[in-house]
Structures are given as C-alpha cells and as structure tokens.
C-alpha cells in the first residue's frame, strides 16, 4: 500500500528519479486534485543536452540494462517528463507538459510511435522504481533511530537482461 502512495507525492517514486537527473523547476505531470498530489514529475535539465548524452546520464543512474527509447531527437533536450513504474498513460500529459522526452517503464509497442519533436524512453518499471527503497530506509530510520534497517541485496525484478 505504501507503494501507491509514493507514486502520488512529488517526493516519492518520481522525485526520486529527479533528482537522479537533477531537474529544476518541477512540476507534478498529472495532478489529481488541489492538493498538489499525482503521479508523475515534469521539469528542466540544469543544462541543454543532446540524446547522446541524456541517455548516459540516464544508464548512469538508472543502470546499464538496454533502454528503450522511440526516435532520437535531434536537437537539444531541455524539458523532461518521468514517471516510475508504468506511466504510458500519461505521455498525453507529458506532451501538453512540453516535454521534449517522457522517461518511464513498461512503453508499449504503439506508444513509440511518437510526434516530432517529442520522444519517449522506457528504462525498464523495476530499473525506474528502485531507489525507493533509500527513501522507505531514511524514513523509517528517521521515525525509530534504534531500529535495524537494512535494504536486500537480493534484486525482484523478474526481467532478465542478456
């Protein structure tokens, strides 16, 4: 249950991947209500990169599993949307955001058929949810500083890179 709850506050799932990407200027991508809740985060490189170098700094933070992304964009990249887990449904928003590249999991097929000047990039639903658990970690030890916490060494994701 708290997984879904982290997924809505801008500093949960979606915070987490970022700050990993350092964006300023954030924006929750598609509120729920007026209480500044929903999934998602949109927000602004600290510099203007081509793709060649977004997508390392993607691997590096993301790990090195193969990423899916639709066309390359060409020019600068300044604006980029997130969602951890699955977050196909909101590329709409993403678009609407200006957003020159939405980055989640689970894209299907068809979503990578993409409008100029917009691409997406999936990183793989466990790879963009990870580092969750830090958060969950500092949490809990904050609430009971006596209290052993340790994150498993042992990887759930069920996909298997080759």
Excluded: W
Aim: hydrophobic share 40%; with cysteine; charged share 20%.
């Amino acid at each position: 249950s708290v997984h879904t709850n982290l997924d809505k506050v801008p500093n949960g799932v979606s915070g987490i991947m970022a700050d990993k990407l350092s964006l300023i200027e954030r924006e929750i991508l598609g509120t729920q209500d007026e209480n500044s809740v929903g999934l998602g985060i949109v927000g602004n490189l600290p510099a203007k990169m081509h793709f060649t170098e977004l997508i390392e700094l993607v691997k590096k933070h993301f790990g090195r599993a193969p990423i899916k992304t639709s066309k390359p964009l060409e020019g600068a990249i300044g604006r980029v949307a997130l969602c951890g887990g699955s977050g196909s449904s909101l590329i709409p928003d993403a678009m609407k955001s200006g957003a020159e590249v939405f980055i989640t999991g689970d894209i299907s097929y068809h979503h990578f058929f993409t409008e100029e000047g917009f691409m997406v990039m999936d990183i793989g639903h466990y790879e963009s949810e990870v580092g969750v658990l830090e958060l969950l970690r500092e949490i809990i030890l904050k609430k009971m500083a006596n209290f052993a916490v340790r994150i498993s060494k042992k990887s759930n994701n069920p996909i298997h890179y080759h």
